[in-house]
């Protein structure tokens, strides 16, 4: 019964990675970049869904007090993530997107937006830290430890809202990038950028979307953590950003449906792997697994070969 | 010398080092962010054949071994990542140092997770000269043929494969050699603070040397040195000055600005700071290259 208890609790930590992990991959499958800003904008949604919670704000929180009551204040949260992250999104595609095709084009010509994603990562972390302090930052949950049981098998309330959630916010997204326009063009861009500018896709129009699409998903999923795990600090984004991107390999590059499985698998893993060999232990079958699956099937699961290819 | 300078001096030095180690892979267009892994096995392997509970072996002796250790497991491993490259390259490093760490968390003979005592001690008289030799090193090393082969690759793999370049011999020296000089630096480290823990060498460390590398720029080997010194003394001139004008929210959230830096020098010189044609144009006589005729096509000058 334990085991079945851990392989439960697996999937709700999945459940945290899966978003993520799909944020990462939209990126790459689109842009062909490893976005490091990614683990900001989870950490940076996390923090202000605390701050905003907890009337730990810079500025605003009588308004935000007056407005909500301390009752709803979690809503006002995650209103102020959303918006908060979305603008920034902006900010960020402004800085490493339109620098992406260098001058003379050579082997590193990838690593600028990479660089300047990681320019991001030190800015919002340290941002975190001259204004909250790198010590952990606790919440209390709006929605106490609401738990239900099955058979002894313990299930937290919240966590299992928080797991369908991100996995209806990803399901739809696939559902978009299936059906709509949107859609359609963002596949264009992913499979061939200099064909979808000639097929009239407007590549500088529809990146900024790409953008507050991965930027939401990953406030999202900030903001559940907040929720669930209570405790955050300036470097969670770090941690869940490195598990996600082993995910996130496990299910191929760019592929949507192969980050979820990848993300949940992952989640299961860590679990199961602490319980068997301990804390200690955890990081190895994770990175072991990630090395191997990168020199044998870069692939992935369910990737597709065209990413790292000589795109843009 | 006062104390607080020579504890920056050695910051710098060992930065050096290390960004030197993930400059000649990156000079052939490999993006290299398992720094720490290297680093790390570099200090735990010198400071196991330095202990009294291992080889028991003098520190002249055990900074070597411990680099050729790094460069036989940097040398095993160079083949299947090297088969990666772009995002995965990038992946695959990281993962491995992530496996490093993990494994000498959990070696018991190495002290765990409670991290490993060092012996012998290195003071600022050892690791200044090493550092200069290395960078001496590595500029007569970007000179040789096999460094105008790193280059061609990093310029263009194809057209180096067609005029008759050894592609992946090249790639495995650099990433090798890179990975001893990596193992050197994390030995010195190991030697001066006579205490190693793994935790220490983490994905940030990794994420830091690389940024050094990029932001020198990758072309010349002066960009590492550029890079590296950039990274060590501007976040603590900013210090230095908001303190004495007495910004406290300065002083405390340089960071910012450092990062705000970053963004702005890949936005205005995406190729990192030293450039073959800045070289040439500061370089006057002393230093100016032979000319090749492709440099001219592509500079367009």
Redesign the interface.
């Known amino acids: 019964m334990l085991i079945i208890q851990q392989l439960v609790n697996g999937l709700m930590l999945g459940g945290v990675y899966v978003m993520v992990a799909v944020a990462f991959t939209l990126i790459?499958g689109m842009l062909?970049?490893?976005n490091?800003t990614i683990p900001a904008l989870f950490m940076f949604a996390a923090v202000l869904m605390y701050a905003t919670m907890m009337g730990h704000l810079p500025f605003g929180n009588d308004l935000i007090l007056s407005v909500f009551g301390t009752e709803y204040r979690w809503v006002a949260g995650i209103i102020v993530a959303l918006v908060v992250i979305a603008l920034v999104s902006l900010v960020i595609e402004r800085?490493t997107y339109r620098?992406m095709k260098?001058?003379?084009g050579?082997?590193?010509e990838?690593?600028?937006?990479?660089?300047?994603s990681?320019?991001?990562?030190?800015?919002?972390?340290?941002?975190v830290v001259?204004t909250w302090g790198s010590d952990p930052l606790t919440a209390t949950s709006p929605f106490g430890q609401g738990t239900f049981s099955i058979d002894t098998i313990i299930f937290s309330v919240p966590q299992i809202v928080s797991l369908v959630l991100s996995l209806v916010v990803v399901v739809m997204l696939s559902v978009m990038l299936k059906a709509t326009k949107l859609g359609r063009a963002l596949r264009a861009i992913a499979e061939r950028p200099d064909t979808a500018i000639l097929m009239g896709v407007e590549v500088s129009r529809i990146v900024p979307v790409v953008y507050v699409i991965t930027g939401l998903l990953c406030a999202v999923s900030g903001i559940l953590f907040t929720i669930n795990y209570a405790t955050v600090d300036a470097y969670v984004g770090?941690t869940v950003a490195?598990v996600a991107?082993?995910g996130m390999?496990l299910g191929g590059?760019g592929n949507v449906w192969g980050a979820i499985i990848g993300g949940l698998f992952i989640g299961m893993l860590e679990v199961m792997s602490i319980y068997i060999v301990g804390a200690?232990?955890a990081?190895?079958p994770?990175?072991?697994l990630?090395?191997v699956l990168?020199?044998?099937k870069?692939t992935g699961l369910f990737g597709h070969t065209l990413?790292?290819?000589g795109k843009f | 010398m006062s104390g607080y300078i020579e504890a920056q001096l050695i910051i710098l030095c060992l930065s050096i080092i290390y960004a030197y180690g993930i400059f000649l892979p990156a000079a052939s267009g490999q993006l290299n962010l398992g720094a720490a892994g290297f680093i790390t096995l570099g200090a735990y392997a010198s400071a196991w054949f330095n202990a009294s509970t291992g080889a028991e072996l003098p520190m002249w002796l055990s900074i070597p071994l411990a680099m050729i250790f790094t460069g036989i497991i940097a040398f095993a491993i160079s083949f299947p990542i090297l088969r990666t490259r772009g995002v995965y390259m990038v992946l695959a490093t990281f993962a491995f140092a992530e496996v490093v760490s993990g494994v000498a968390i959990n070696l018991e003979f190495v002290g765990g997770a409670a991290g490993f005592p060092v012996d012998d001690h290195a003071d600022v008289t050892v690791i200044v000269p090493v550092t200069i030799a290395v960078i001496l090193f590595s500029f007569y090393f970007m000179s040789t043929r096999l460094g105008l082969s790193l280059r061609s690759i990093h310029d263009d793999e194809s057209v180096a494969t067609l005029f008759g370049v050894n592609v992946r011999t090249s790639k495995v020296v650099a990433f090798t050699v890179g990975a001893m000089l990596m193992s050197l630096g994390g030995s010195l480290y190991g030697h001066h603070y006579n205490y190693i823990e793994a935790q220490t060498f983490n994905v940030l460390l990794s994420i830091y040397i690389l940024l050094y590398v990029l932001m020198g720029g990758t072309q010349t080997a002066w960009g590492p040195l550029i890079g590296a010194t950039f990274f060590a003394v501007v976040p603590e001139a900013l210090r230095e000055i908001a303190e004495s004008a007495g910004l406290k929210w300065l002083a405390e959230g340089r960071f910012i600005l450092f990062g705000v830096f970053i963004v702005l020098l890949m936005v205005f010189r995406s190729e990192g700071v030293m450039t073959r044609t800045l070289q040439d144009r500061l370089g006057g006589g002393l230093f100016r290259r032979k000319k090749p005729i492709a440099d001219d096509m592509a500079g367009g000058s």
Do not use: Q
Request: glycine residues 6%; charged residues 15%; proline residues 4%.
């Open positions: 790459i062909n970049f490893l490091f800085f620098y260098a001058k003379y050579d082997a590193t990838h690593a600028l937006p990479l660089v300047s990681l320019g991001f990562l030190i800015i919002f972390e340290h941002l001259s770090d490195t991107i082993a390999v590059l200690d232990f990081k190895l994770i990175w072991g990630l090395l990168l020199v044998f870069p990413i790292g290819k």
